[in-house]
């Protein structure tokens, strides 16, 4: 089987728009194992899609993914992903041509003509995935890579597009909101790819311990490799993503009399994502004071306004 880096990565990407290159929320990066399977029904996550695209021809192919997810040892809404990727949410051509959700075989020389026909989207489903899972998945596969089974490592072969594996795991984590996951931990998971508000939070942290670097609320190569730089200093698994145990290390106590970048990222928080009119200005004084209180209050947190582990949780969440 030809390696997927010499073939076309086919998505019609314009459906998808409304959930790639945001910020992950959900509890899956790149690095997530593909191999863990779901306690989730067929309906479940045919719901999830049906939040995320009402008008989504992959709807009705949840008890698909499902099965072939238990009998193959593979996450089922990574599969989904995948096929909502590939296939621009079921509308693209070659799979209203060809049932072809994967973009099977729709290599860089022919993407239309090459790609495999199959009777049905089901039908595709049941030959594609297995091969994915003994190639892409499996030690000992023959595109396997020490990234293990994750998105990090079938992108080395699969797709030519770099940013295939962020464009998928966006995917995911959209259909993870509707099937009501998050991180377990309370935190949210954020990586190179995602961009937004708490993207800006990251960034006045890591300025606010030291480390120069833009912040613009995109996770790009600087910000990852800073990210790297603070979790190596910080004794932390190097990995460049921002999860639960580098937001604990990461964020810093601050309160009335207080001036910083730290103090800038809960003033731009309370601003620009929980609409409270204060200026953003790094000087913790009376209006950001009773900002937070105010915010405190909101969520049932104790209200002392000092921003903690508590309320910088319930900042990012």
């Given at each position: 089987?030809?390696s997927r880096?010499?073939a ?5 990407t314009?459906?998808?728009?409304a ?6 929320a ?8 593909l191999?863990?399977t779901?306690?989730?029904?067929g ?12 008008d ?13 997810g238990?009998e ?15 296939s ?5 051509s070659i799979?209203r ?30 030959y ?7 190639n ?7 595109y ?8 990090r ?33 309370g ?7 995602d ?5 800006y939070?990251?960034?006045y ?47 810093v ?7 910083s ?7 731009d ?17 009376s ?17 002392d ?13």
């Amino acid at each position: 089987m030809p390696s997927r880096r010499d073939a076309l990565k086919f998505a019609g990407t314009a459906g998808l728009t409304a959930v790639a290159g945001t910020a992950a929320a959900g509890r899956y990066t790149v690095d997530s194992d593909l191999t863990n399977t779901l306690a989730i029904t067929g309906s479940q996550l045919d719901d999830a899609i049906r939040g995320v695209r009402s008008d989504s021809p992959l709807i009705g192919l949840g008890d698909t993914w499902v099965r072939v997810g238990n009998e193959q040892g593979i996450n089922a809404v990574y599969m989904a992903a995948h096929a909502a990727w590939e296939s621009a949410w079921g509308t693209s051509s070659i799979t209203r041509e060809k049932n072809n959700i994967y973009g099977w075989t729709a290599y860089d020389s022919c993407p239309s003509g090459c790609a495999t026909e199959f009777s049905s989207m089901e039908a595709c489903i049941e030959y594609v995935m297995p091969r994915i899972r003994e190639n892409y998945l499996t030690p000992g596969g023959t595109y396997y890579t020490s990234y293990g089974p994750t998105l990090r490592g079938m992108n080395v072969h699969y797709a030519t597009d770099d940013n295939w594996k962020y464009g998928i795991r966006d995917v995911m984590n959209s259909l993870d909101d509707e099937l009501g996951g998050s991180s377990p931990s309370g935190w949210p998971v954020y990586e190179r790819g995602d961009s937004g508000r708490d993207v800006y939070t990251i960034q006045y942290l890591l300025r606010a311990r030291s480390y120069g670097l833009s912040v613009d609320g995109i996770y790009g190569s600087e910000t990852e490799s800073t990210v790297e730089s603070f979790q190596s200093a910080s004794g932390l698994a190097v990995d460049g993503i921002v999860g639960p145990n580098t937001w604990e290390a990461l964020i810093v106590t601050v309160s009335y009399g207080d001036q910083s970048s730290a103090v800038t990222a809960v003033q731009d928080q309370l601003r620009y994502a929980h609409g409270y009119d204060i200026a953003v200005d790094g000087v913790f004084g009376s209006g950001t004071e009773s900002a937070v209180e105010s915010f405190q209050s909101s969520r049932g947190l104790a209200v002392d306004g000092i921003v903690g582990p508590d309320t910088w949780q319930a900042l990012v969440a």
